[in-house]
């Protein structure tokens, strides 16, 4: 044990105020094991003028006037004392060298109070102290731990007991210091009121997992039954760390979603959800759980969590992947395209998972990616059978969404081989079908009759039009001969196409199967038609229509030329009809 021998300062106040007035010196307060003993330490002075031959004294408890009949504890002139003290009490010092040390022995809870000393030279010197020692009497020693104790930092943590007893000396252990370390009795300490204590430390580096454990302190007397106890809890300080969160999440659009983050800390840290950069909930608690209710694509993506105290932070994040069936898939564009470009159509859409992504084209597969959000059909050199409506068609485990798009290919005219013209009795009707985009113009040509009639003569041709196909029929109606060549001409942008049509049936009629007046009225129908036409270009302008003078003979339509006397000078005929 280590002794300190260096005097406290009351003692060098009372032998610097020797033989000046009347005082007392004790420490205020002092403490002792209830069963042990307390040895008070006191000195007293009083006027060097007086020179008692003996000098007596008195011990109060809890009250410095006799008048208020307080309790004896000792008394040099009788050794008569209270019941209470009845051999506990005895006097240490020599009153005549002015030293009133007290010793109480077999110390009770009830001993525990005020001491009052009273100073007896004799008559009327008689003096009582207003100095006094408060004793506590305690049953288990006093651990003194840091205000603040961290995780990692070294601490030193003491176990203090009164040592005030000379009869009895202590002697401390520690009690549940396993794995924290080694300790050490520093020794017995005096301290500054003259009282003694024992003292122990303990020196160890607390981890977050000593938080809350539960340090005990023992002090035993050798030779006795004696023990103390006394415990103290840690409270080591330490920055969070996030031992509860969620895996990554995977959640089908329009549930409910919950995320959870749980942090040990201490003190508790303030738990913020976080999501690119915006803080969604925050709250001071050991765990934090961020609701999202009927989730959508939009909420998918990392949620992060950070906890925080004044010792430190963590954080952890999250992944949220919602599922949800496609999206309507887009196109770049509705294609137009000349007949031999190359085509790129790029077909995209959102899913989570990625969908399945299929061009259609009158339910043949054209192209399918698998697990791609893009899809890019290539069509080099396109034709028009490439030409039409075209479907692109997403699909995963949770729906399916498409979009219909077209693709316009622009190309020169083609004459389809049905064209043809066909003649019944007096009768012919050529059908001209052009497969062309955009829409051509179309002409009939006459070469032999130098004629050519197009389709913006409605008298003679009727066309009617259903995608990229056009049919232009001519009828031509009295005729005795059909025409020896009729040829169809289509054009537009791209190009010209003609085609000579063939003739299915007679080529020529005979007039002899209608008679005479059939020849008369025939004749004046062909008169009318021819008229009508020319008046009919001319009105319009067509330049391409070749004009007549009165001079010129008309082309020849329907029949070869021929007179019949009597015959009418003019008729008109308007009657179309198409090829049954």
Not at 13 to 34: C, D, L, Q, Y
Not at 409 to 424: D, G, K, R, T, W
Not at 474 to 500: D, F, M, W
Not at 541 to 557: C, H, K, M, Q, R
Request: glycine share 6%.
């Amino acid at each position: 044990m280590i002794f300190l021998t260096a005097l406290p300062l009351f003692w060098i106040m009372i032998a610097a105020s020797r033989g000046g007035h009347w005082g007392a010196w004790m420490p205020s307060s002092i403490s002792a094991f209830e069963g042990t003993c307390v040895s008070i330490p006191c000195r007293f002075d009083f006027p060097d003028e007086l020179r008692p031959a003996v000098v007596h004294g008195v011990w109060y408890f809890n009250s410095p006037y006799p008048k208020n009949y307080p309790p004896v504890v000792f008394k040099s002139r009788t050794q008569v004392v209270h019941e209470s003290f009845q051999g506990r009490s005895r006097l240490l010092g020599d009153l005549g060298l002015r030293n009133c040390t007290l010793l109480l022995s077999n110390l009770s809870p009830e001993l525990g109070g005020k001491y009052y000393f009273r100073g007896d030279l004799g008559g009327y010197n008689q003096y009582t102290f207003s100095e006094h020692s408060v004793l506590d009497i305690i049953n288990t020693p006093n651990i003194v731990v840091p205000p603040e104790v961290v995780a990692g930092t070294e601490v030193e943590v003491s176990c203090m007991v009164p040592d005030n007893c000379p009869e009895l000396r202590p002697e401390l252990s520690w009690l549940g210091h396993d794995g924290l370390g080694e300790p050490a009795v520093l020794g017995r300490l005096r301290e500054d009121e003259g009282t003694w204590v024992l003292v122990s430390l303990l020196h160890f580096v607390p981890t977050r997992e000593a938080n809350g454990h539960r340090l005990g302190c023992q002090a035993s007397f050798l030779n006795t039954t004696l023990q103390f106890e006394g415990y103290a809890s840690l409270d080591v300080k330490y920055p969070p760390l996030i031992v509860e969160m969620n895996s990554s999440v995977e959640a089908i659009e329009g549930s409910h979603v919950s995320l959870l983050c749980g942090a040990d800390s201490n003190p508790p840290p303030l738990l913020t959800w976080m999501r690119d950069g915006t803080v969604l909930q925050e709250a001071v608690a050991e765990s934090l759980s961020l609701e999202l209710d009927e989730v959508t694509p939009g909420e998918d993506g990392i949620y992060a969590c950070l906890a925080e105290n004044a010792y430190g932070q963590d954080n952890r994040t999250v992944g949220l992947s919602v599922m949800y069936a496609p999206w309507k898939p887009t196109v770049n564009v509705t294609v137009v395209a000349v007949e031999g470009e190359t085509v790129s159509i790029l077909c995209s859409t959102q899913s989570n998972p990625d969908p399945i992504l299929t061009i259609f084209k009158e339910k043949q597969i054209l192209a399918t990616v698998i697990y791609e959000s893009e899809l890019q059909l290539e069509l080099p050199a396109v034709t028009p059978e490439d030409d039409g409506e075209y479907w692109c068609v997403a699909e995963n485990q949770y729906g399916q969404r498409a979009t219909a798009f077209n693709l316009s290919v622009e190309f020169a005219p083609v004459i389809l081989l049905e064209s043809h013209c066909a003649a019944a009795r007096d009768t012919v009707q050529c059908l001209c079908v052009v497969k062309s985009n955009p829409e051509p113009s179309v002409a009939f040509e006459l070469p032999s009759r130098n004629v050519t009639v197009n389709e913006t003569e409605r008298e003679f041709v009727y066309s009617e039009r259903s995608g990229h196909l056009l049919t232009s029929i001519l009828t031509l109606r009295g005729q005795s001969q059909a025409p020896q060549r009729v040829i169809c001409t289509s054009r537009n942008l791209y190009g010209t196409k003609s085609l000579e049509l063939p003739f299915q049936g007679a080529h020529r009629l005979m007039w002899a199967k209608i008679g005479p007046v059939g020849a008369v009225v025939a004749f004046a129908i062909l008169i009318a038609i021819v008229c009508y036409i020319t008046q009919t270009r001319r009105k319009k302008n067509v330049t391409e229509s070749p004009s007549f003078s009165a001079g010129d003979n008309p082309p020849v339509l329907f029949s070869s030329d021929f007179r019949i006397s009597g015959a009418p000078e003019k008729y008109e005929s308007r009657e179309v009809s198409t090829l049954e």
